[in-house]
């Protein structure tokens, strides 16, 4: 079992930068692939990126790709997703989520995540 709590979401204006954090319990955390999904109103939930148990690996949606980076420690149980050059469009509920399937497993579908947080609110103005 993972229990997961986002932070650091709040009111950015555009070209600005946010740093998200995800606080992670539990004893599997270390195993578990951890992701950043988000969801606009009216919309579906929208993978973001992923990492690796160990964080070696890194994938990112083309939507955030060179303008993000996701980080993990696993001593503090936290994962980070650094978001950079925010626009408008970034406007959503952001959430962290735990999958417990292997790296050659999981993909960018939401059933694919086993635990997520309660979500962190970002709005970019323009």
């Known amino acids: 079992q993972v229990q997961l709590g986002e932070s650091g979401g709040g009111l950015v204006q555009a070209g600005g930068s946010l740093r998200l954090s995800c606080a992670a319990s539990?004893?599997?955390?270390?195993?578990?692939?951890m992701a950043w999904f988000r969801q606009a109103p009216g919309k579906e939930r929208e993978f973001l990126a992923r990492?690796?148990?160990?964080?070696?690996?890194?994938y990112y949606a083309d939507s955030v790709k060179g303008r993000s980076t996701i980080s993990r420690d696993n001593v503090k149980n936290t994962m980070a997703l650094q978001m950079y050059s925010l626009k408008p469009e970034d406007t959503a509920v952001y959430y962290c989520?735990?999958?417990?399937?292997?790296?050659?497993?999981?993909?960018?579908?939401?059933?694919?995540?086993?635990?997520w947080g309660q979500g962190t609110q970002v709005t970019v103005s323009s």
């Open positions: 989520a735990a999958s417990s399937r292997s790296w050659a497993e999981v993909d960018t579908r939401v059933g694919q995540y086993d635990y």
């Open positions: 539990g004893q599997s955390y270390n195993t578990n692939i």
């Open positions: 990492i690796s148990p160990g964080g070696t690996m890194t």
